[in-house]
């Protein structure tokens, strides 16, 4: 599988502010994709980040909350604008394994805490 | 109804006893079934992969799916300390859903 790695691990930032995580694989895959996970909570999809368009996102996440960037098959960020103390949570990006498996394999994180 | 649920558990076993892990899920036409471990403060990792109804085993683990009864399960052999994490249910139809997790401790 695709080494995946992101930056920054993790960030404390203050509310008002806006923080953009980076997402880089060491293969050119298809298909990025970006969770969020609260804590003890399980993992909610944010975005698809589509390769030459726009993101497509999920249901209760916008494109100005959560603008998105996908410059090419290996890279891609997300920012999180106007961060408030409940966007705290853990970040992560997952790229698709095999063509036509579904399989998804994840970035190491980035721990974000919004005071 | 929740897409996908798992029991949070927390479920624990001794040390070489087999533990069993379950997930039930509402969409009939998911086709890809798939079982993460995410130990605390790490990412949820890849572990099993079903596509067909029955058992699928790799070393330790076995998986095993019943589309009928839409329920995918995960056997864990010789159970390890080091397998003490929780265990992330996903299944994919027209979106891919993520369980909340079964928190596994296993007792030395």
């Known amino acids: 599988s695709a080494v995946i790695s992101q930056k920054p691990s993790r960030d404390i930032c203050q509310r008002g502010t806006s923080l953009t995580i980076q997402c880089q694989v060491d293969s050119q895959v298809t298909m990025m994709f970006w969770y969020r996970q609260q804590p003890g909570q399980s993992l909610t999809l944010i975005a698809t980040?589509?390769?030459?368009?726009?993101?497509?996102?999920e249901s209760g996440f916008v494109i100005d909350k959560f603008p998105i960037s996908r410059p090419n098959l290996t890279f891609s960020t997300l920012t999180v604008s106007n961060m408030s103390p409940e966007d705290s949570s853990i970040y992560l990006c997952?790229?698709?394994?095999?063509?036509?498996?579904?399989?998804?394999?994840f970035g190491p994180g980035t721990r974000l805490t919004v005071t | 109804q929740k897409e996908v649920e798992q029991n949070s558990g927390p479920l624990s076993v001794p040390e070489g006893a087999i533990a069993s892990l379950n997930c039930t899920y509402s969409?009939?036409?998911?086709?890809?079934f798939f079982w993460y471990r995410q130990y605390s403060g790490k990412s949820p990792e890849l572990i099993m992969s079903i596509y067909s109804n029955g058992d699928k085993e790799d070393g330790r683990f076995t998986a095993q799916l019943n589309k009928a009864s839409q329920y995918v399960s995960l056997l864990i052999r010789d159970s390890q300390p080091s397998d003490s994490a929780t265990y992330l249910c996903a299944v994919t139809g027209n979106q891919f859903y993520f369980g909340t997790g079964t928190s596994l401790t296993v007792i030395p």
């Open positions: 980040a589509n390769q030459g368009s726009e993101a497509t996102y």
């Open positions: 969409d009939r036409v998911s086709q890809s």
């Open positions: 997952s790229v698709g394994g095999r063509e036509n498996s579904y399989e998804q394999y």
